[in-house]
């Protein structure tokens, strides 16, 4: 050992690392001239993306690790019942594909410290290493890779871990590049239990459909491939249960865009390049988010329009902000483009405050307004919280004592929302149904009746302000009618003093 250190020391002193290197890359030709096999890298980040491959590979190989793998990595996400299998560090699999063998290697290296990086890297450097012979690489490589794609987009739908996103630290990145913080979404909303019309929903549902199974339009008619979806109405008409139910429907992912966390359209561009195919991007409140007003509704100034950036104000910080055109860009611009199969979905209780650009077909290309709690709502609601039946509901299984009926008539001048109804429901949802449905009856009645009251109130202010306004109207019709008589005895009073001055001069 003694000699082999010597004899290594005069080797690194004689050869600068400059021929050791060429020597060894010569060595390394030579090897691969003679070997049967080729290699592949497919690492996690290619350069500043994330590698949509490593992660497919990721999902295909779990699929057949449980079952060769002989040492694994098993991981369980938070909140999540599915357990995910992976090859260990430096570990090996054999894949074949069409008679073919593939044999992978999961490479974890250590990275080297970084002394400056305007992105901070992982310490550890991933990625995957695919050996197959020479022979079968025209043959495989290309089919292999697709097929590969195509069982990972398989898996991840019959898994059904659709994930929820949000972009907590505004555009900036972690570790590994990603900008979006994620968790399992498990909301249970679907359209069979939204409190909606059939018929609207129907019409939302096929919509969804042909947008879902419309790649091949979208390609002829030079469209990208996205739809955009203008959720309004009171607040409590069930706006975050459709977008949910709309998810499930299509097993997309969410991604919640949270905008005040944004402060600049370049970090605008940056979270929407790191989405995926197949997701809704979400902006709830969009009046609320940002100061995005009706340009209409202004003044034409020639200074810049500062109510349209986020957080503007008086200081010159807002030159650097997110701005409408920014938002327009984001949702029908070129980086609109930059992916395939995505929705976006706007949701606002006052859509009169929004930029008609910002609700333009191509835009916003169906507007659908959340109204007040219709029978056709409330039925369904009857059968989720309280246990009715269509037959029950329709009158045909059990004689009805006119409660069914007086619901449908008061329920739409009392103008409640199905989350006030459905809280009604929950409270009574271990009651007998017929108790619960008269429970709800007395509380449509009294909104009507304090409706009605409030609406013979306001218009006894109304007519109160009105005899105000004719009184004040007649007393000054009456001070105009006396000011020519005040005028007139001034003007003599002022001609008798100048005639007494006049004698006395």
């Not at 082999?4 to 050869?15: G, K, M, R, T």
């Not at 005899?467 to 008798?496: F, H, I, V, Y």
């Amino acid at each position: 050992m003694g000699v082999f250190a010597f004899c290594q020391s005069i080797l690194h002193a004689v050869f600068p690392p400059e021929i050791r290197f060429a020597v060894a890359k010569l060595f390394n030709r030579l090897f691969n001239c003679f070997s049967s096999y080729c290699y592949f890298d497919i690492t996690e980040i290619d350069g500043v993306n994330t590698n949509e491959l490593y992660n497919a590979v990721q999902v295909y190989l779990s699929s057949s690790a449980s079952v060769a793998g002989s040492r694994l990595s098993l991981t369980r996400a938070l909140n999540s019942s599915a357990f995910t299998f992976g090859l260990s560090n430096n570990d090996r699999l054999v894949d074949t594909f069409r008679g073919s063998t593939a044999t992978w290697e999961h490479v974890v290296t250590q990275r080297q410290a970084q002394t400056f990086s305007w992105r901070p890297l992982p310490d550890e450097k991933r990625g995957f290493t695919l050996r197959i012979k020479k022979k079968d690489k025209p043959l495989i490589l290309h089919a292999y890779l697709d097929h590969i794609m195509d069982t990972a987009n398989d898996i991840r739908r019959r898994n059904q871990d659709r994930l929820l996103y949000t972009n907590s630290r505004g555009g900036a990145m972690d570790s590994r590049g990603h900008p979006w913080e994620s968790v399992p979404f498990k909301h249970p909303s679907t359209f069979d239990t939204l409190a909606m019309d059939p018929s609207k929903k129907e019409e939302i549902m096929a919509d969804l459909r042909d947008f879902a199974e419309g790649n091949t339009f979208y390609q002829k008619t030079g469209r990208a491939w996205k739809r955009g979806y203008l959720l309004y109405g009171p607040p409590g008409t069930g706006k975050s249960s459709m977008i949910a139910a709309m998810a499930n429907y299509l097993g997309y992912d969410i991604y919640d865009l949270e905008l005040t966390e944004v402060h600049t359209n370049s970090e605008l561009r940056k979270l929407l390049m790191k989405t995926t195919s197949k997701s809704i991007i979400v902006i709830e409140d969009i009046d609320c988010s940002i100061n995005l007003t009706n340009r209409s509704s202004k003044k034409p100034s020639s200074e810049p329009p500062s109510e349209f950036r986020a957080g503007a104000g008086p200081d010159d910080s807002t030159a650097k902000s997110m701005t409408l055109s920014g938002l327009l860009n984001f949702t029908d611009g070129l980086w609109s483009c930059c992916g395939s199969e995505r929705i976006f979905v706007f949701t606002t209780n006052r859509i009169e405050k929004l930029d008609p650009a910002l609700l333009r077909s191509g835009r916003m290309d169906m507007h659908i307004f959340m109204s007040y709690c219709s029978f056709p709502a409330l039925k369904i609601l009857m059968k989720n919280y309280v246990g009715f039946d269509d037959g029950e509901l329709d009158g045909e299984q059990e004689e009805d004592d006119g409660s069914l009926k007086q619901l449908e008539q008061v329920i739409d001048e009392a103008e409640i929302t199905p989350a006030d109804v459905s809280e009604v429901l929950i409270k009574n949802r271990r009651r007998e149904k017929r108790d619960a449905m008269k429970e709800l009856l007395e509380v449509l009645k009294s909104r009507v009746e304090k409706k009605i009251a409030g609406s013979a109130s306001a218009a006894a202010r109304k007519k109160s302000l009105n005899e105000e306004l004719e009184e004040e109207e007649e007393e000054q019709e009456k001070r105009a009618l006396e000011s020519p008589k005040d005028g007139g005895e001034a003007m003599d009073t002022c001609n008798g003093k100048g005639a007494e001055k006049g004698e006395e001069n």
